[in-house]
């Protein structure tokens, strides 16, 4: 268990409450991991959690690699961070608890609409899967097609970068 004063580092680094939160939990996940020697951290990221990370980052006028949404493998430092249920909504996982007697614990401020992420998914996400009840589905092949996009992209970017002649261009 770690326990950080978020708010504190937040206003310290100019970040918001979400933000510098994530940056402790995967510091203190990979603290953990390199004292341990794991090499594979398996987290709990849903479609649901993939089509908020979309919309965020879409109002705030995200690029084309933000438009990636989760990714599901994520290189730290020390291991990576699988995704293994990304493709299923929070509906199937809390079905599938109830269904097998399995206990789940639902974090307290997902319901505080005062963080941006807590108001898309309490008001903005059910509104988009009334308009589509695929709305997830549709996001998840987007999301795919954008991290397909953006690797393509990247690849030939660096292919090109090293057949530059810099002292040339300079």
């Known amino acids: 268990v ?13 970040e918001s409450l979400e933000e510098a939160a994530r940056k402790v ?21 849903n479609s649901d959690d ?13 690029s084309p690699s933000g438009a990636c949404g989760i990714a599901p493998v994520r290189q730290l430092n020390f291991g990576e961070v699988h995704r293994p249920i990304l493709s299923l909504s929070k509906k199937e996982i809390v079905e599938f608890c109830h269904e097998n007697s399995y206990a789940f614990v639902t974090d307290s401020t997902n319901s505080d609409v005062s ?3 807590n108001r898309v998914r309490q008001n903005i996400l059910p509104e ?9 589905a549709a996001i998840a092949r987007f999301t795919e097609a954008q991290r397909e996009d ?12 090293r057949e530059l002649d810099c002292a040339a261009l300079s």
């Open 50 to 62: 993939n089509a908020e990370t979309l919309l965020l980052s879409l109002s705030r006028g995200c």
């Open 150 to 161: 953006s690797l393509y992209l990247d690849a030939e970017a660096e292919k090109y970068s």
């Open 115 to 117: 963080y941006p992420r």
């Open 128 to 136: 988009l899967e009334a308009i589509n009840p695929q709305f997830l």
């Open 25 to 45: 939990r995967y510091s203190f996940f990979e603290d953990i991991m390199r004292e341990k020697d794991i090499k594979v951290l398996l987290t709990a990221h």
């Open 2 to 14: 770690l326990r950080a004063k978020i708010p504190e580092i937040a206003s310290a680094s100019g």
